[in-house]
Nanobody
Framework: QVQLVESGGGLVQEGGSLRLSCATS???????????MSWYRQAPGRQREFVAS???????NYADSVKGRFTVSRDKVMNTVYLQMNSLKAEDTAVYFC????????????WGQGTQVTVSS
């Protein structure tokens, strides 16, 4: 059984930083042959929205709202993917989810439970 595990959320003041992590239990991300990893977030009463993505070749993409503040990265073998969040704002408050693409995840709409990020103003 493969499970996505997001971690690293918490409560932080505006201007602070957090680093989120995404990994899998059961099998490693790299063994599942993913081609990309995306981060999404969902604030209360709002739809889930794209935050950032990292393709296995290193190409990254960011939502305009987080450009220059968030950085998506991975460990050397892409078993863990990170989302470094700096200069956090109250509007960044949301549950953050990672979503792998490709490999074992192709054709599967797989989501983890997410990790809560709360930014106090």
């Amino acid at each position: 059984q493969v499970q996505l595990v997001e971690s690293g959320g918490g409560l932080v003041q505006e201007g602070g930083s957090l680093r989120l992590s995404c990994a899998t239990s059961g099998r490693t991300l790299s063994s599942l042959g993913i081609s990309a990893m995306s981060w999404y977030r969902q604030a209360p009463g709002r739809q889930r929205e794209f935050v950032a993505s990292l393709v296995i070749n290193g190409i990254t993409n960011y939502a305009d709202s987080v450009k220059g503040r968030f950085t998506v990265s991975r460990d050397k073998v892409m078993n863990t993917v990170y989302l470094q969040m700096n200069s956090l704002k109250a509007e960044d408050t949301a549950v953050y989810f990672c979503k792998p693409s490709g490999g074992w995840f192709s054709g599967r709409d797989y989501w983890g439970q997410g990790t809560q990020v709360t930014v106090s103003s």
